[in-house]
C-alpha cells in the first residue's frame, strides 16, 4: 500500500524568513495531495491541496509543488509569522482510489518571534 | 469543517470497560472515518465507511468497532480488547467518491483511569 514520508520532524524558523516540508510517497498511481495543518489540542485544517495535474499551486503566503516522477511534494510558507507555528501533516491519496489517505507523521513548526 | 460534531471532548475508561465515541456530520457526506493520534505520531486510520451499513478496518482496527446506520452517524466503540486506548481520537468525513478532502471534528481524549 502507499507509505508517505515527512521530513523534518521539527522546523524552527526566525520570523518572516521561508519553510518548506517535504513529503514523498511510493504509490505512483496517487493523485491528491492535501496539506493540514494542525494547532495544539485542535482539529487538522486543510490549507491547501494538489492534483496529480498540476506541477504548483499558490494561496497566498503557501504554496505546494509536486514532482510525479520523483513522487514528492512540498509545502512551501514564505514570511512566516508566529501564528503559523503549529504540526503540519502532508497526505496522499491511496491507490486506484480505493483506500483513504495516508498521512506523514508530521512536521512541528516553531516560528521564532 | 464546522458541520462535524465529537463528543465527549473529554472521555475516562475504566479497566475492562467498553466505551462510545460519537461522530456526527451535516454535511451530506457519504464517507467517513476514525483516527487515533498519538504524541509525536501521525494519523492512524482506524476504520473508514463509504457509505451506510457498509465500514473496512484501516490500519490499526484491533479493539475497535464501528457502525454505519445512518448517513450523518459513524460512532467508534473502544473495547476492552484495546489494551492502550490512551490516545486523541479524530472522525472525519468527506464527500466519496475520490476519497479526496477530509473534513475533521474536534477530536475526542480518552484516558484510562
Known amino acids: 500500500g502507499e507509505n508517505v514520508e515527512q521530513h523534518p520532524s521539527t522546523l524552527s524558523v526566525q520570523e518572516g524568513d521561508s519553510a518548506v516540508i517535504k513529503c514523498t510517497y511510493s504509490?505512483?498511481?496517487?493523485?491528491?495531495f492535501p496539506w493540514y495543518k494542525q494547532e495544539l489540542g485542535k482539529r487538522p485544517q486543510l490549507i491547501i491541496d494538489?492534483?496529480?495535474?498540476?506541477g504548483e499551486k499558490k494561496d497566498q503566503r503557501i504554496a505546494v509543488t509536486l514532482n510525479k516522477t520523483a513522487k514528492h511534494f512540498s509545502l512551501h510558507i514564505t514570511e512566516t509569522q508566529p501564528e503559523d507555528s503549529a504540526v503540519y501533516f502532508c497526505?496522499?491519496?491511496?491507490?486506484?482510489?480505493?483506500?483513504?489517505?495516508?498521512f506523514g507523521k508530521g512536521t512541528r513548526l516553531s516560528v521564532i518571534a | 469543517d464546522g458541520g462535524i460534531t465529537q463528543s465527549p471532548k473529554y472521555l475516562f475508561r475504566k479497566e475492562g470497560q467498553n466505551v462510545t465515541l460519537s461522530c456526527e456530520q451535516n454535511?451530506?457526506?457519504?464517507?467517513m472515518y476514525w483516527y487515533r493520534q498519538d504524541p509525536g505520531q501521525g494519523l492512524r486510520l482506524i476504520y473508514y465507511?463509504?457509505?451506510?451499513?457498509?465500514?473496512q478496518k484501516g490500519d490499526i482496527a484491533e479493539g475497535y468497532s464501528v457502525s454505519r446506520e445512518k448517513k450523518e452517524s459513524f460512532p467508534l466503540t473502544v473495547t476492552s480488547a484495546q489494551k492502550n486506548p490512551t490516545a486523541f481520537y479524530l472522525c472525519?468525513?468527506?464527500?466519496?467518491?475520490?476519497?479526496?478532502?477530509?473534513?475533521f471534528g474536534p477530536g475526542t481524549r480518552l484516558l484510562v483511569l
Open positions: 494538489i492534483r496529480s495535474n498540476v
Open positions: 497526505a496522499a491519496s491511496g491507490f486506484s482510489g480505493n483506500t483513504p489517505l495516508v
Open positions: 472525519a468525513s468527506s464527500i466519496g467518491g475520490e476519497w479526496e478532502t477530509q473534513y
Open positions: 465507511s463509504q457509505i451506510v451499513n457498509d465500514f
Open positions: 454535511l451530506n457526506h457519504d464517507a
Open positions: 504509490d505512483s498511481a496517487s493523485n491528491y
